[in-house]
């Protein structure tokens, strides 16, 4: 098992057990395909929220297992297309003029899905060994399938996920770009704690013509800072939030209600026990289940609740209900809207938007 006591150490940790597993990887896939394989880390992993519509890879070919156990999902390792052709052309024992010709070409036939089937099975059991070794066993992997995957975002789907960017060299040919992608609660699980891993600085499309807010929009429309009078202190407000333009609106709230505003790291748990006289905000996205169980915990030791959330869906807004949120949000949203359903909270009023807690819902 990976015990530490920060997140930082969590980071660290996490990755010598990445590093240890791509070498094991490395050691099993040449051994079956009799060449030379290096897969290693080329960078920090990072932190990359899915369902996004971003396509951060170019076509490639996943291998992908699926982990069991404390924490379920799917675990990917993807190849470019040469790299992926190449170790089933060797498995095939296919001439290298052959091999070089079909890297070329870039083409990826259903003999060579079948023959990466037997390499997705080497990796993914030289992955289970290091998760048994260091895990006690909490964490299993096995091999599921092989797909081409055009579209990464498509594969991957939404959540949160934690992506290792690898070098990857096949026998005689030169390294190239490869990625282990994991899901980010497994990860976690692994450390038994946070991690503090940044987000990837990868390409995003231009956004369509009349799309929503992003995340990262400014504050037009806002009362300034310097401009909102500073309330008579009344409590404390604590926000596992991590969006810059949501923290930036929360700031100008507790000016304006009289709230200390203490920002809490997002992947930290809330311990209700410390929290007895705040006010929490949580900021939750799609595929973070986890963060519901802590509104339903927080709310059965009397602590008030507010739950934004990024993208919201009916199904959002019915797990929050049932949760036992006390205001539910969604985003965007203006300052002085959140300051409102904020001060209806401290007042002890009636939520003023009813049954109608979330707007633009999918």
């Not at 997140?7 to 490395?26: T, V």
């Not at 052309?89 to 070329?104: F, K, L, T």
């Not at 048994?132 to 066993?137: I, K, L, N, Y």
């Not at 400014?218 to 604590?238: F, M, Q, W």
Request: net charge negative; proline share 6%; hydrophobic share 40%.
């Amino acid at each position: 098992m990976v015990e530490t006591g920060t997140a930082n150490a969590n980071d660290a940790a996490l990755s010598a057990l990445l590093g240890q597993a791509l070498e094991a990887m490395s050691g099993g896939v040449g051994a079956l395909i009799d060449r030379p394989v290096a897969m290693t880390a080329s960078g920090r992993p990072f932190e990359l929220d899915g369902g996004t519509g971003r396509k951060p890879w170019p076509t490639c070919v996943a291998l992908t297992g699926q982990l069991e156990k404390a924490s379920g999902g799917g675990a990917h390792l993807l190849l470019g297309l040469a790299e992926a052709v190449a170790m089933a052309s060797y498995m095939m024992m296919v001439p290298d003029e052959a091999i070089r010709a079909a890297r070329q070409a870039g083409t990826f036939s259903e003999d060579d899905r079948e023959s990466l089937s037997e390499v997705g099975n080497v990796v993914f059991s030289a992955f289970d060994e290091c998760l048994r070794a260091h895990a006690d066993g909490r964490l299993e992997v096995r091999h599921r399938e092989v797909t081409r995957a055009d579209d990464t975002a498509a594969l991957l789907g939404d959540g949160r996920f934690l992506v290792q960017p690898l070098s990857c060299a096949v026998g005689e040919f030169p390294a190239a770009e490869a990625w282990l992608v994991l899901p980010w609660e497994a990860c976690e699980a692994l450390c038994d704690g946070p991690l503090e891993l940044g987000h990837a600085a990868l390409p995003q499309p231009a956004p369509e013509p009349g799309a929503g807010a992003r995340l990262d929009e400014d504050d037009d429309g806002d009362d300034r800072l310097e401009d909102i009078p500073e309330a008579e202190l009344r409590g404390s407000l604590a926000a596992y939030a991590r969006n810059p333009a949501l923290l930036r609106k929360l700031k100008k709230s507790c000016r304006r209600l009289g709230l200390t505003l203490e920002k809490r790291h997002k992947g930290e748990v809330p311990n209700p026990s410390a929290l007895r006289d705040h006010v929490v905000f949580l900021e939750i996205d799609r595929g973070e289940p986890r963060r519901f169980e802590w509104c339903r915990r927080l709310e059965a030791a009397g602590i008030q609740v507010l739950v934004l959330l990024l993208k919201p869906t009916r199904h959002q807004v019915a797990l929050a209900f049932q949760a036992g949120a006390n205001r539910i949000c969604g985003w965007p949203l203006e300052e002085r809207q959140l300051s409102e359903r904020l001060r209806t909270m401290l007042d002890g009023e009636d939520d003023p938007l009813g049954e109608e807690p979330a707007a633009g819902l999918d």
